[in-house]
């Protein structure tokens, strides 16, 4: 019998603070057991594994960043979408580190098709609509600007930036500044 007041949505944002505090790779449902002190077994009558609990957690942090990206992007273009956009994954991965880990797992095709990342991918090339791009130059920018935006946020979530000046808030503007004056003049593609 399942125990009254657990549901898989109360495990999945249980699962997401408990990533925030201790990492996302420590979560398992023995883990998500001990915080609601109850056995293991009972929490497999809401989900499978632990790699579904990491599932759940991965699509509810997509579609909070989802959220806040849609929120953000409200009403923006050029420049300030773009930084509107970099901000929101900067700002939730500081707040929610484990979350923000969450996002990056790896989902199978039809659960990938089915989540907020799809959200993320249409509001990012609605964003380099405003800069003019057109396939496959869209998918290069796409490409791009998750690679910046996760690379810096990672290095700087490690503490990479924090043994030297200027400080990073410094260099995250001069990146942006970097990427829009990229985004604008986008390189014609080169003969092979």
Request: net charge negative; hydrophobic share 45%.
């Amino acid at each position: 019998m399942a125990r009254v007041g657990l549901t898989p949505e109360r495990l999945a944002r249980a699962g997401a603070e408990l990533a925030d505090e201790v990492g996302f790779d420590q979560v398992t449902v023995s883990a998500l057991a001990r915080r609601f002190d109850v056995k293991a077994a009972s929490l497999y009558a809401h989900v499978r594994s632990s790699q579904d609990l990491r599932t759940r957690i991965a699509l509810l942090a997509l579609e909070e960043l989802a959220d806040r990206a849609a929120d953000a992007l409200a009403g923006r273009a050029g420049k300030d979408a773009l930084t509107a956009l970099a901000d929101v994954y900067r700002d939730y991965a500081r707040e929610h580190p484990g979350r923000y880990a969450a996002a990056q797992l790896r989902l199978d095709p039809e659960t990938a098709a089915a989540s907020a990342g799809v959200r993320h991918a249409q509001m990012t090339r609605a964003l380099l609509r405003g800069y003019d791009l057109t396939e496959p130059d869209q998918t290069h920018a796409v490409r791009l600007l998750g690679s910046v935006f996760h690379g810096y946020v990672s290095l700087e979530l490690a503490g990479g930036f924090s043994h030297s000046a200027p400080d990073s808030q410094q260099s995250w503007t001069r990146l942006l500044d970097a990427l829009d004056a990229l985004l604008r003049n986008w390189p014609a593609p080169t003969a092979s």
